[in-house]
Nanobody, 115 residues
């Protein structure tokens, strides 16, 4: 069964950090590029970060550049999103995406940035 399962979300104060994880099963995550997306309340889905299959290429939305870092461990079929200097506007449900043509999605994990 193909699955992407996120974890690591939660409540954090502005300026804090969180590390999101995404565990893949049922397919070799390492053969495909991966992305992180987020959706804030009342807004559409927003692309956050990209990493190539080998990890040699990354790209970030301007809104998170310099604060977020995407990584992966293909030996563990895992991907990660390190989020630093969090702001209230980063509050959203974060989802991982991967597989052929990006067809697989996780269920999402809630990140709330609030004092």
């Amino acid at each position: 069964q193909v699955q992407l399962v996120e974890s690591g979300g939660g409540l954090v104060q502005p300026g804090g950090s969180l590390r999101l994880s995404c565990a893949a099963s049922g397919f070799p995550l390492g053969e495909y590029a991966v992305n992180w997306y987020r959706q804030a309340p009342g807004k559409g889905r927003e692309w956050v970060a990209f990493m190539s299959s080998t990890g040699g290429s990354t790209n970030y939305a301007d809104s998170v550049k310099g604060r977020f870092t995407v990584s992966r461990d293909n030996t563990k079929n895992m991907m990660y999103l390190q989020m630093n200097s969090l702001k209230s506007e980063d509050t959203a449900v974060y989802s991982c995406n991967g597989g052929p043509w990006g067809k697989y999605w996780g269920q999402g994990t809630q990140v709330t940035v609030s004092s």
